[in-house]
């Protein structure tokens, strides 16, 4: 048997291996969103106020310009997308835990699964197809529907893992003072999990803020007008960076950053405000 | 003599295994009846039998007949079922989400026990003080369970059960987990009650059975091997089980 002292090095050398694995992996990350935000910060100290209320600039422009009408955009998409997608997510994976053996249940996880290897630029062809061709517009409400296809696997993976950690124990108890199968899912169930299921939301969410490849063939590009129309055309915060970023212009790579930065604030905003609002159930 | 239970010919199996095995049982009306037996012989079984919570069990199949308050349990509404059966678990399980006062109240308005909020109030109160938790969170109602201890949880679970008003209520193993105080108060609560519902409760101390109930089944291997009253059970058992199970020796 390894003496005290062993047993102590090993542990302290453990304990350094993993601290060091952790940063090692961490460290692009850590990178990645400092040189964002470090760039993505000058660009909207520079621009100041006049980033989130003005369009983006032409390539020879003398100011920065902003990028209001892809803010709206995303916002405007968000709003059309998260609602159904983290609906359906939620009515699946009730569904799944309440049925578990059911083939319907098993259908769904497949379907999941299957679903989130399909490349999102398919999706927006289906939206292209099934919503743009026939309206001969490219509207938000087409990148919506490509957008809360890409990420309800994600919303339904989420959920249903919230959902399958409540302890079975609560729902015994449920039945047991005569709750009724629904009343069960809605007054105990859901609420108990309830802190997992805001993280299903935010991730829906930064799934849906996030995606660029499902808005190619469905949304358009409306990148100097703020748009209000869902039926109409938009733009949106990660195709402008994909452009921007792409283009030869150096005033539209800082751009780029500026919303690159932008989308990543919102990103972190709502993950911190879910954890204000949201409080778990201490078990 | 009128009863609360009448079990004839119970056979239960879960997933091929044979859980219960010819159980023939009466519970008189108004009494606390024990059921002991060792770990695995089918005594939780048999509760959620009578609730119907065995529907939950996967690879759960019933055979025989159950009468529960005049009511064929096996055929009945199982929700409906539940509103008259109260249940406590081993594990205390108050649900988490809600305060001490939702915890409550919650069952009282599930089964219309109550209409206005002054008579919810009432029900409350009366099922804390029934538990004998009410002089312990009666400042504390707005909290959460898990700012109380074990055995206060599990006495707020038999309040919760009580608050329904149900005419029949199952114990499984109430004491298994708490300390001593909150045990002895918590049977106090259990003898409380004692002609104005009937108890059926599983529990592993002959001397708590022996304190607290008329009745006494010993349960083994899925089988009733022996039931009567608990003095008649635990004073002269007849079955070489029940002595070995006594001797704490099964």
């Given at each position: 048997?390894?003496?005290?002292?062993?047993?102590?090095?090993?542990?302290?050398?453990?304990?350094?291996?993993?601290?060091?694995?952790?940063?090692?992996?961490?460290?692009?990350?850590?990178?990645?969103?400092?040189?964002?935000?470090?760039?993505?910060?000058?660009?909207?100290?520079?621009?100041g106020?006049?980033?989130?209320?003005?369009?983006?600039?032409?390539?020879?422009?003398?100011?920065?310009?902003?990028?209001?009408?892809?803010?709206?955009?995303?916002?405007?998409?968000?709003?059309?997308?998260?609602?159904?997608?983290?609906?359906?997510?939620?009515?699946?994976?009730?569904?799944?835990?309440?049925?578990?053996?059911?083939?319907?249940?098993?259908?769904?996880?497949?379907?999941?699964r299957?679903?989130?290897?399909?490349p999102?630029?398919?999706?927006?062809?289906?939206?292209?197809?099934?919503?743009?061709?026939?309206?001969?517009?490219?509207?938000?409400?087409?990148?919506?529907?490509?957008?809360?296809?890409?990420s309800?696997?994600?919303?339904y993976?989420?959920?249903?893992?919230?959902?399958?950690?409540?302890?079975?124990?609560?729902r015994?108890?449920?039945?047991?003072?005569?709750?009724?199968?629904?009343?069960?899912?809605?007054?105990?169930?859901?609420?108990?999990a309830?802190?997992?299921?805001?993280?299903?939301?935010?991730?829906t969410?930064?799934r849906?803020?996030?995606?660029?490849?499902?808005?190619?063939?469905?949304?358009?590009?409306?990148?100097?007008?703020?748009?209000?129309?869902?039926?109409?055309?938009?733009?949106?915060?990660?195709?402008?960076?994909?452009?921007?970023?792409?283009?030869?212009y150096?005033?539209?790579?800082?751009?780029?950053?500026?919303?690159?930065?932008?989308?990543l604030?919102?990103?972190?905003a709502?993950?911190?405000?879910?954890?204000?609002?949201?409080?778990?159930?201490?078990? | 003599?009128?009863?609360?239970?009448?079990?004839?010919?119970?056979?239960?199996?879960?997933?091929?295994?044979?859980?219960?095995?010819?159980?023939?049982?009466?519970?008189?009306?108004?009494?606390?009846?024990?059921?002991?037996?060792?770990?695995g012989?089918?005594?939780?079984?048999?509760?959620?039998?009578?609730?119907?919570?065995?529907?939950?069990?996967?690879?759960?199949?019933?055979?025989?007949?159950?009468?529960?308050?005049?009511?064929?349990?096996?055929?009945?509404?199982?929700?409906?079922?539940?509103?008259?059966?109260?249940?406590?678990?081993?594990?205390?399980?108050?649900?988490?989400?809600?305060?001490?006062y939702e915890?409550?109240?919650?069952?009282?308005?599930?089964?219309?026990?109550?209409?206005?909020?002054?008579?919810?109030?009432?029900?409350?109160?009366?099922?804390?003080?029934?538990?004998?938790?009410?002089?312990?969170?009666?400042?504390?109602?707005?909290?959460?369970?898990?700012?109380?201890?074990?055995?206060?949880?599990?006495?707020?679970?038999?309040?919760?059960?009580?608050?329904?008003?149900?005419?029949?209520?199952?114990?499984?193993?109430?004491?298994?987990?708490?300390?001593?105080?909150?045990?002895?108060?918590?049977?106090?609560a259990?003898?409380?009650l004692?002609?104005?519902?009937?108890?059926?409760?599983?529990?592993?101390?002959?001397?708590?059975?022996?304190?607290?109930?008329?009745?006494?089944?010993?349960?083994?291997d899925?089988?009733?091997?022996?039931?009567?009253?608990?003095?008649?059970?635990?004073?002269?058992?007849?079955?070489?089980?029940?002595?070995?199970?006594?001797?704490?020796?099964?």
């Open positions: 048997m390894a003496s005290w002292a062993v047993r102590k090095l090993e542990d302290r050398l453990f304990v350094v291996a993993v601290v060091l694995g952790s940063a090692l992996a961490l460290a692009p990350l850590a990178h990645a969103l400092a040189v964002t935000l470090y760039n993505g910060l000058s660009t909207m100290a520079r621009a106020l006049g980033f989130f209320v003005n369009p983006p600039p032409t390539p020879y422009s003398a100011s920065l310009g902003g990028v209001a009408p892809a803010l709206v955009g995303s916002l405007l998409l968000l709003a059309l997308a998260l609602p159904p997608s983290a609906f359906l997510g939620l009515l699946l994976a009730v569904f799944t835990n309440e049925f578990p053996g059911s083939r319907a249940a098993a259908l769904v996880e497949v379907g999941a299957a679903f989130t290897s399909v999102t630029v398919i999706l927006s062809m289906v939206a292209y197809s099934l919503l743009v061709v026939p309206t001969r517009s490219y509207s938000a409400l087409a990148g919506a529907f490509a957008l809360t296809a890409a309800l696997p994600y919303s993976t989420a959920f249903s893992s919230a959902l399958r950690m409540v302890p079975e124990m609560y015994e108890a449920a039945y047991s003072i005569g709750m009724s199968r629904w009343t069960t899912v809605w007054r105990v169930l859901v609420p108990i309830r802190r997992g299921i805001a993280s299903g939301v935010l991730m969410l930064t849906i803020l996030g995606e660029t490849a499902a808005l190619l063939f469905a949304v358009g590009a409306l990148r100097y007008v703020v748009p209000l129309n869902p039926l109409g055309p938009v733009d949106a915060l990660p195709l402008l960076i994909f452009d921007y970023a792409l283009s030869p150096k005033l539209f790579h800082e751009v780029a950053w500026g919303a690159a930065a932008l989308l604030i919102i990103s972190l709502l993950f911190a405000l879910s954890k204000v609002v949201v409080k778990g159930v201490r078990l | 003599m009128k009863y609360a239970v009448e079990i004839e010919k119970l056979n239960v199996y879960i997933n091929g295994f044979h859980a219960l095995k010819d159980v023939d049982l009466r519970v008189p009306q108004g009494s606390i009846f024990a059921v002991m037996g060792p770990s012989s089918g005594k939780t079984t048999l509760l959620k039998v009578i609730n119907r919570l065995i529907d939950l069990v996967p690879g759960a199949r019933v055979e025989g007949s159950v009468r529960v308050l005049g009511v064929d349990a096996l055929r009945a509404d199982p929700y409906e079922l539940r509103k008259k059966v109260g249940m406590m678990f081993q594990i205390p399980n108050p649900f988490p989400h809600m305060t001490v915890n409550v109240a919650v069952s009282a308005k599930l089964n219309g026990a109550v209409g206005s909020r002054r008579e919810l109030d009432q029900v409350v109160k009366w099922a804390l003080e029934t538990a004998m938790l009410w002089e312990e969170v009666k400042h504390r109602l707005d909290r959460y369970p898990s700012e109380l201890s074990g055995g206060q949880r599990q006495r707020l679970c038999l309040a919760r059960a009580l608050a329904m008003r149900p005419e029949l209520l199952l114990l499984d193993e109430p004491t298994a987990n708490i300390d001593p105080v909150n045990a002895r108060k918590l049977e106090e259990i003898a409380s004692k002609g104005e519902l009937t108890i059926i409760m599983v529990t592993h101390l002959p001397r708590q059975a022996l304190r607290v109930a008329d009745y006494v089944a010993i349960i083994y899925g089988k009733i091997v022996e039931y009567g009253s608990s003095q008649e059970v635990f004073v002269r058992p007849s079955h070489t089980v029940t002595q070995l199970f006594l001797k704490g020796e099964v």
